[in-house]
Nanobody, 122 residues
């Protein structure tokens, strides 16, 4: 599966953005989809994931209640709706695929998109 993330940009604190990740390939519905982010000088961190099958969702504590992950298997696309953005959300956001039903760490993801930059200004 090849992934193409989009939707990043510059937004003021308190604002919203919706990221999209379009996947090519016929087996999108069989993958758990995750979003990760990497801020300058920091390690890549888990943001959210949505499982294949039961569509269970998982969030990092830092984004819980503000971000929502969803998927549209008919469009081979996963979304990340980001509300109430904070300056500390500034990072490059990556989408990724995993064959596991529950996938909360980068180590269990084996397909990565190119990233989209989100900048939140104060």
């Amino acid at each position: 599966v090849q992934l193409q993330a989009s939707g990043g940009g510059l937004v003021q604190a308190g604002g919203s953005l919706r990221l999209s990740c379009a996947a090519s390939g016929r087996t999108f519905s069989s993958y758990t989809m995750g979003w990760f982010r990497q801020a300058p000088g920091k390690e890549r961190e888990f943001v959210a994931a949505i499982s294949w099958g039961d569509y269970g969702t998982y969030y990092a504590d830092s984004v819980k209640g503000r971000f929502t992950i969803s998927r549209d298997n008919a469009k081979n696309t996963v979304y990340l709706q980001m509300n109430s953005l904070k300056t500390e959300d500034t990072a490059v956001y990556y989408c990724a695929t995993s064959a596991r039903i529950v996938a909360l760490t980068a180590a269990v993801y084996d397909g990565w998109g190119q990233g989209t930059l989100v900048t939140v200004s104060s």
